[in-house]
């Protein structure tokens, strides 16, 4: 590239006012079509790509890597928390506490559907931070609630910081990455599996130690739970909650995010945007050949039918933001997901089994400490430490079914498809099969096995999605399996509100969901494995 910003070698056909628009000195390729967005965003986009692709991986995205993951473990932890508190809140409050995860699970949902937005509209950095200053800020609160209608609405409060950190946090990420390590996104869901243990293992001494003992079923007339006695679960909070503002901290003031140069070319800051640019190569110790001029020439586009050409002005308000924003949810993107009948069909039972999953999972996951605390006292070892303690070894298990899952879906003859499927029957065969069970190793060991299989399978599905949905089509596919999971999520805490506790229940609805998710999976007309995604 010479010093007035062209490139050498171009013949004058190929330049326009000394800049080449088309390209860097990488390439990269377009998710969506010609027209099937804003032309000029979609031309700027390109050339920031480009621009992050001749950059390269380096100490600024790793870095990223970091402090993004966070989010994945927020995400995962909180749904944890709820569950590992709700046997000594509801011994104290003595109280339905379904609704406490039915306050958690629609906080949840309205941070999905709000985050997104609003990170179009303040900035990717802003809603970045916040949702963790939200998160710890409430929960510490929640630490102190002196009933269950405030611990509920709390609850509900810290969740809607949680429910927006994978839809911000996974743009932030996939907006510094160079295409070639967009992969990454898949690693971090590590930190997800590193939630639970985290979860885990600060519940077990501070519950178990700090808690009301768990009535036997048999104990009709159980003594009160005081506070004075019952304060492992709101030092939880704290600590759950502190945790959340110190990683608020170091995302805030130790490490320096800047702003998406994506969402700031959005605004018209094109200027600002190449600057940044320039900024994140020096801090890895690389150059940039980005100039203003790049992104100024790529509003000129060549109109058929006249001599020269017209200057398109994209629209840089907020509104104009959000517009693209919902793009994403164009009636061409919702058709081309339905475009032929053997498309439709997949797209269909995907959106089928994310819903199941997200209803099975969260009915589980909600009342599976509650359940392992019973029947762990009709055992007659049914202490809280003990009850914490297989929680830990669940949480365990479970990591290094997130790292098989990679290995299963390479076998011949398996592929995705055929592993999802099993693993995802494996999982309501193991929850099933601990209602059967009569000592409480037998039922940790059951509890083991779905620990293990419910790890592989959601490996397997968080990939086998994306991979079905074309590459144009692919953000309104996941958009909408998402949603779709979410909606269901609200939906397992008020059919827990209708099942008895005293019994098993809960746990047989679940178990037989996630049975009909694996055979639906077997109906999945594509199997990726050995192919590339269009």
């Known amino acids: 590239m010479s010093n ?67 989010g994945w473990l927020s995400d995962n932890l909180w749904p944890i928390v709820t569950g590992l508190i709700l046997v000594p809140v509801g011994n104290e409050f003595l109280f339905q506490t379904e609704f406490l995860k039915l306050g958690q699970n629609i906080g949840l949902l309205v941070g999905a559907a709000f985050w997104g937005v609003a990170s179009d509209v303040w900035g990717r950095r802003w809603a970045f931070n916040i949702t963790f200053f939200i998160t710890g800020v409430f929960a510490v609160a929640a630490g102190g609630s002196p009933n269950e209608i405030a611990l509920c609405s709390l609850a509900a409060a810290w969740s ?54 768990t009535p036997a079923a048999t104990d009709l007339n159980p003594p009160p ?30 490490f320096k995010l800047y702003e998406s140069p994506k969402y700031l070319m959005g605004r018209g800051e094109d200027e600002l945007a190449v600057k940044i640019v320039h900024k ?12 203003l001029e790049h992104l100024m020439q790529a509003g000129k586009l060549n109109i058929p039918g ?26 061409d993107h919702f058709r ?78 398996l592929g995705r498809r055929g592993t999802v499927s099993i693993f995802t029957i494996l999982t309501g065969v193991f929850i099933l099969a601990s209602t059967t069970a009569r000592t409480s190793n037998a039922l940790l060991g059951w509890n083991c096995g779905y620990s293990f299989t419910s790890n592989v399978m959601y490996g397997v599905l968080y990939a086998l999605s994306p991979e079905l949905f074309p590459t144009k089509d692919r953000g309104t596919g996941n958009a909408i399996v998402a949603t779709a999971n979410r909606i269901f999520g609200v939906m397992a805490p008020v059919i827990a509100l209708y099942a008895n506790l005293e019994t098993a229940v809960p746990i047989w609805v679940s178990g037989a969901i996630f049975l009909v998710s694996g055979f639906i999976t077997l109906l999945l007309p594509f199997e990726p494995r050995g192919r590339a995604s269009l």
């Open 160 to 213: 809607i910081g949680v429910g927006g950190n994978l839809p911000v946090d996974s743009a932030i990420f996939l907006e510094f990455v160079p295409a070639s390590h967009q992969y990454l996104l898949t690693v971090l869901s590590i930190w997800w599996a590193f939630g639970q243990l985290l979860g885990s293992l600060v519940a077990w001494p501070l519950i178990a130690n700090y808690s009301c003992p």
């Open 280 to 291: 994140i190569a020096a801090y890895n110790g690389k150059t940039s050949n980005l100039t």
């Open 225 to 254: 739970c005081l506070r004075s006695a019952n304060e492992g679960w709101r030092y939880f909070l704290y600590a759950m909650g502190g945790l959340m503002l110190v990683l608020w901290i170091i995302r805030f003031f130790v």
């Open 306 to 331: 006249k001599e020269k050409e017209e200057e398109l002005q994209m629209d840089t308000s907020a509104l104009g933001a959000v517009k693209r924003q919902f793009q994403k949810f164009s009636g």
């Open 336 to 413: 081309g997901l339905f475009a032929t009948r053997k498309m439709a069909y997949s797209t269909s039972i995907l959106i089928v089994v994310w819903a199941f999953i997200g209803l099975a999972f969260p009915l589980y996951n909600s009342f599976v400490t509650y359940f392992l605390a019973t029947r762990g006292a009709n055992f007659g070892d049914g202490s809280v430490y003990i009850t914490y303690r297989n929680q830990v070894i669940l949480s365990v298990i479970g990591i290094p079914g997130a790292l098989m899952a990679g290995f299963f879906v390479e076998i011949p003859y």
């Open 4 to 70: 007035n910003g062209s490139f050498e070698g171009e013949s004058k056909d190929e330049k326009k006012n000394g800049v080449r628009v088309d390209e860097l000195q990488a390439g990269t390729q377009d998710i969506y079509t010609d027209g099937a967005v804003d032309p000029v965003y979609q031309a700027k986009a390109k050339i920031l790509n480009d621009a992050f692709q001749e950059i390269g991986m380096g100490k600024y995205q790793w870095h990223l890597f970091v402090v993004a993951g966070f």
